[in-house]
């Protein structure tokens, strides 16, 4: 995995630290753990399909979700911030019945108390099979794994 000097002692902490979660279950895996570029592929299997053999449209939400909030968490200065989910969408432009998609999150805006990313999913052959955007809330927290 491929990690940026300055956010590296975060994503440690991330990685040594998080319970198991829906990442695990789906198959998602992290390649690259930048400030301004977070990349994981998700498989297309039996974990991630639909009843009718395709990429599930909630599979591919959760992988932008969570490229979102591990980018965002990344970003935070402060140690008792946290980052949460508060609206996502996606627009699922083509089908995909096995293999691995990938997804790459970019920052829109990194703000004090909104973060907005846009999340490209492409499969092997670089096709984008959903483009999405995930606006997160920044928020005080009790227990951080970064402490």
Do not use: Y
């Not at 969408?89 to 691995?100: D, Y």
């Amino acid at each position: 995995m491929e990690v940026e000097p300055q956010v590296k002692k975060q994503a440690d902490r991330l990685f040594n630290h998080a319970v198991k979660n829906m990442a695990d279950t789906l198959g998602i895996r992290f390649k690259v753990l930048n400030s301004d570029l977070i990349v994981a592929t998700m498989p297309v299997d039996e974990r991630t399909v639909q009843p009718f053999g395709l990429l599930h449209g909630g599979a591919s939400a959760s992988l932008a979700e969570t490229l979102a909030s591990v980018g965002g968490w990344l970003n935070l200065k402060e140690p008792d911030l946290g980052v949460v989910g508060i609206e996502i969408n996606a627009n699922h432009l083509r089908s995909k019945r096995s293999g691995m998609v990938t997804g790459r999150a970019t920052p829109i805006r990194i703000g004090s108390t909104i973060h907005v990313w846009e999340i490209r999913i492409e499969d092997e052959e670089e096709r984008l099979i959903c483009i999405s955007r995930c606006t997160l809330a920044v928020i005080k927290i009790r227990n951080d794994i970064r402490k």
